[in-house]
């Protein structure tokens, strides 16, 4: 489970819109209840999607990005907790593409976006056992 602030996903949200009709991506950071395995997203950060396919279909997350991601965790103490993307006109399911580079242990946040409208958010973890997308529970607090 994975929860967000309304603030944060405003943000998210924003970056989905503003990127329309191509794919937005970013990082979550935050922290992990290492009981509950509760992931409490604390802050995103935006990455300019430097794919070089269609960015209509696909986004890149580069070496720099992530080693600037991992740099970000050392200095505030937080964790690198997934990452998340839009789906211009398409829905928030993950694509074989996103399945093909994901990673264990991360939330994957998916936003649909229609003609500069956001309509659903969902979350996915990658599942070792079956090598598939399972659903994640997305709580949105105040």
Not at 47 to 67: A, G, H, L, M, W
Not at 104 to 111: A, E, K, L, Q
Request: net charge negative; hydrophobic share 30%.
């Amino acid at each position: 489970m994975i929860t967000i602030s309304k603030i944060h996903l405003s943000k998210i949200k924003h970056h989905a819109i503003e990127t329309y009709p191509y794919e937005c991506c970013g990082a979550m950071l935050g922290y992990v209840d290492s009981k509950t395995n509760l992931r409490i997203l604390q802050r995103i950060i935006p990455i300019q999607n430097t794919s070089e396919e269609d960015q209509r279909q696909r986004f890149s997350v580069t070496p720099k990005d992530y080693e600037n991601l991992e740099r970000i965790s050392k200095e505030t103490g937080m964790t690198l907790l997934g990452f998340y993307h839009s789906h211009p006109d398409h829905p928030a399911q993950p694509s074989k593409t996103d399945l093909n580079f994901a990673w264990p242990n991360f939330s994957y946040i998916i936003v649909s976006v229609y003609d500069r409208i956001f309509k659903d958010i969902q979350s996915y973890e990658l599942n070792l056992d079956t090598e598939k997308f399972q659903n994640e529970s997305v709580t949105i607090e105040e």
